[in-house]
Every structure is written in C-alpha cells, then in structure tokens.
C-alpha cells in the first residue's frame, strides 16, 4: 500500500525538506503544515520553504512562522536528506526552492491529474479532494497521533480546494475526513470568515471594478476578467488580495468556463486561473500553455501581455466549447 511504503522511506531519512507550488493557497500551505507536524511527530528534522509567500488569508494557522520563502544570507545550501512535494504536478511548480534539490531522495504527493510523477516515490491520486486529505490518511496509517493544530490545517485544506465543499472534487470520503477533523474543537464558521470574509476595503473596491469590466463571448458561455499591475497599485494591493476573485465570476448564469487573466508583478507574464462548470475540460486548455491541475480547475502561465494572453486563451477556450458542442 503506498502510504505505507511513503512511511516507511520516511523512516529511512532524518532531514526533510517540505515544499509546494508557487503562488501557494490553503491546501499547500495547510498540508504543509500537517506534513510537518506528522514528520516530527516521527522524530524527523523538518524544514518548510517555498517560492513565495504565505497568503495573508493564511496567517492564522498554528505554526505559520515556520515556512520560510527565502534563505538566509549565510546559507549556501539547505541540508536534507530528502523532500516531500505536496500538491504540483511538476517539479518545476516549486520554482526556485527546485534549485535547492539535488540527488536528494523525492516523496511526490498531489492529487492533480496532470501530475507527471516526478518523485523517486509518488502518490497521485485525483480522487481525492486535496492534499491536505491525502495527508490525513498518512496520519491515520501512521503511529503518530492527529493533534488540533494538525486537524485545523488540514481542515483548511480541504475546504479550501473543495470551494467550501461545493466542487465536485467533494466526495462521500471527504466528509468523512472533515466530520473526523471537527472532533477536534474546529470552529468552521470562524475558520470561513478568517478565509473568505476578511477582505479590505481597497480589495472590496477593486473586485467592483474587475466585475464592472467583466466579459463574456457571445454566447455567454465563456466569461473572463483582468487584473493589471497598474490595478494592484492603484488600490495600493497585493496580488494575493485577487486570489478569491474567480468564486465571485465563477456565479454568471450559463457560464460554462470561467478565466481570471492577472499580471504576474515586474514581468510581462500572465498568470490563469480556470474553472470549468460542465464537461469542458480545462485541464487540457492550461495544458495547451504549459500549465495544468484538474478537468474542472487548473491554470497557467502564459508568456506574453495581457493583451496577446486574452487573446490565446480565448481562442482556445473557444475550441474546446466548439469541440465539445460539435461531439
């Protein structure tokens, strides 16, 4: 069984490295944290860094402090014997932590089914919600007891990639997992509004703008927005105060696909997000831009301006409606 083989690699090595994509949101950063709780529970020396940031959404979990996005000055390498990959479907979806790998021993987890098994072990597995489940098997296969900081990041992993389990990456285990999770003196209600109903009001004003500028084909299945630098700015915003913004779009009658165009900070490169609400799979549309994720969420980086990147991906979002309509 593969969680206890990932167990017993585990029980090999006593220096891990924990790592997860670029741009990290609740279910990177709480099966971060989990994973880390559980390595030390098994004795492990445990370090968690990544390309970027902690969501300021996130900075209530218990032991954020403790995910670093950069070395220190007088570190030349980090020393680990091996490295657990949470939630990427490539190795390069780690960014700059990837330069810190070498021949290092690699544990591959994630739940995408675009994941190109990277890792010298890798569980992947796209009928489970989220990460942060996965990682919970991993506790209930191992020795070590699930505490309530552990419960709480895992709990937000999965409400988070479950869209508050609306999605259909909920399953009948999920609920499972989470009705397991509440028996540890979680406060859902607290934990939804710290997550999705603390928003500035410079980041109220500009999600009206984003909606007033809100497009669609003419069909009305295809509906996108944009987000400039010079929007950020002008609101005097990160970009992370953008992250939610699609959950909002996602709600326009007959949409069928949902995209949310940002401009990544100091290049001339645009971040995707995508959200399908049929049969459309838009795994296979970031994929067309080197990107990928899920059949009804995934996204992309693609290397242009905004105005060359609006005009490639609906192009290609067009295809795949046409496509589909034409089967």
């Known amino acids: 069984m593969i969680k206890q083989q990932i167990l017993e690699v585990i029980n090999k090595y006593s220096r891990f490295l924990i790592s997860s994509h670029i741009h ?3 279910d990177a950063i709480g099966s971060q944290l989990a994973m880390a709780s559980l390595l030390r529970g098994m004795g492990k020396s445990v370090r968690m860094i990544n390309s970027d940031p902690v969501p300021k959404n996130l900075a209530f979990l218990p032991g954020i402090e403790n995910i670093e996005n950069r070395l220190k000055q007088d570190e030349e390498r980090i020393r680990f014997e091996a490295a657990v990959i949470l939630d990427c479907a490539g190795l ?5 932590v990837q330069d810190m790998i070498q021949d290092e021993y690699i544990i591959n987890i994630d739940h995408h089914v675009s994941n190109d098994r990277f890792g010298n072990i890798n ?7 989220s990460a942060g489940e996965m990682v919970y098997g ?6 070590v007891e699930l505490d309530t900081e552990s419960a709480l990041c ?4 999965i409400m988070t990639d479950t869209g508050s389990f609306r999605h259909k990456n909920t399953t009948s285990r999920t609920h499972q997992v ?8 979680l406060d859902p209600p607290e934990i939804y509004e710290r997550i999705y109903e603390t928003k500035s009001f410079a980041t109220m004003k500009l999600l009206g703008e984003v909606l007033s500028n809100l497009q669609q084909s003419r069909d009305g299945k295809v509906v996108w927005c944009t987000v400039t630098n010079e929007m950020l700015r002008r609101y005097e915003l990160d970009p992370e105060s953008t992250e939610d913004f699609i959950g909002m779009i996602r709600m326009t009658e007959g949409a069928e696909v949902i995209a949310f165009l940002r401009e990544l900070p100091g290049e001339k490169n645009i971040k995707v997000s995508l959200r399908s609400k049929t049969d459309i799979d838009v795994n296979e549309i970031a994929k067309a831009f080197g990107g990928g994720g ?7 980086v693609i290397e242009t301006d905004m105005a060359g990147a609006e005009k490639q991906l609906i192009r290609q979002i067009k295809l795949a409606v046409n496509r589909r309509a034409g089967a």
Do not use: M, Q
């Not at 991993?138 to 020795?143: D, E, V, Y």
């Open 138 to 143: 991993l506790f209930k296969s191992s020795n």
């Open 24 to 26: 990290p949101e609740g």
């Open 92 to 96: 390069s979806r780690i960014g700059k």
């Open 123 to 129: 569980w992947t597995d796209n009928k489970y919600s």
């Open 178 to 185: 989470v009705a397991d999770l509440l028996n540890y003196d």
């Open 154 to 157: 895992l709990y937000v992993a």
């Open 294 to 300: 899920h059949p009804r969420a995934s996204g992309c």
